[in-house]
T-cell receptor, first 115, second 115 residues
Framework: KAGVTQTPRYLIKTRGQQVTLSCSPI?????VSWYQQTPGQGLQFLFE???????NKGNFPGRFSGRQFSNSRSEMNVSTLELGDSALYLC??????????????FGPGTRLTVL | DQQVKQNSPSLSVQEGRISILNCDYT??????FLWYKKYPAEGPTFLIS?????DKNEDGRFTVFLNKSAKHLSLHIVPSQPGDSAVYFC??????????????FGEGTQLTVNP
């Protein structure tokens, strides 16, 4: 079974631009979560989507948004990019069965550099 | 407020010996704990998990121990191999299934296994 895939793998943008990152979960997984990894803040939760609805949200400004499609694929968008948004953005998927905590499996990440 | 802490930024062990990585948490609502292994510029790879109803879980060379009263968990790798050299992250989540999944990560421990 194919793992979580993320596109693009690398991206360079300038301040003020916006960016869209894509994530395809493992087949059959219904939940997709996004995380940001930076040297200073470590791995931080952005948001989680389940059945096309945002189910959980971390402490990030409104410039960070996402969505999920009916096939469980997800995108995240960052508007008005700032230098501090440079990070590795990770997507994770899980089965999301009811009354069960399912393991999250991560994709390879998208390395975003903001100049 | 760091709810999951890995107090050792690095650990060095000899090949064949035991590696013990530690993790402490403060949130009593956490009921599921995971260990991930990560190489630079890649996504975290799931290693092993444990539910709060257990105190030990084993998978091959990897064993995770959970001490709920001390809010402490540890990962034992026996025997350690050079290929185990990576950053190890402890992660925790609260709630199950429909309440959403959100992982809180520790800062990571760099494990180096010397031949």
């Amino acid at each position: 079974k194919a793992g979580v895939t993320q596109t693009p793998r690398y991206l360079i943008k300038t301040r003020g631009q916006q960016v869209t990152l894509s994530c395809s979960p493992i087949s059959g997984h219904r939940s997709v979560s996004w995380y940001q990894q930076t040297p200073g803040q470590g791995l931080q939760f952005l948001f989680e989507y389940f059945s096309e609805t945002q189910r959980n949200k971390g402490n990030f400004p409104g410039r960070f948004s996402g969505r999920q499609f009916s096939n469980s694929r997800s995108e995240m968008n960052v508007s008005t990019l700032e230098l501090g948004d440079s990070a590795l953005y990770l997507c994770a998927s899980s089965l999301a069965r009811q009354l069960t905590t399912d393991t999250q499996y991560f994709g390879p990440g998208t390395r975003l550099t903001v100049l | 407020d760091q709810q999951v802490k890995q107090n050792s930024p690095s650990l060095s062990v000899q090949e064949g010996r035991i590696s013990i990585l530690n993790c402490d948490y403060t949130n009593s609502m956490f009921d599921y704990f995971l260990w991930y292994k990560k190489y630079p510029a890649e996504g975290p790879t799931f290693l092993i998990s444990i539910s709060s109803i257990k105190d030990k879980n084993e998978d091959g060379r990897f064993t995770v121990f959970l001490n709920k009263s001390a809010k402490h968990l540890s990962l034992h790798i026996v025997p350690s191999q050079p290929g185990d050299s990576a950053v190890y992250f402890c992660a925790a989540s609260a709630g199950r299934g429909t309440s959403g999944s959100r992982l809180t990560f520790g800062e990571g421990t760099q494990l180096t296994v010397n031949p």
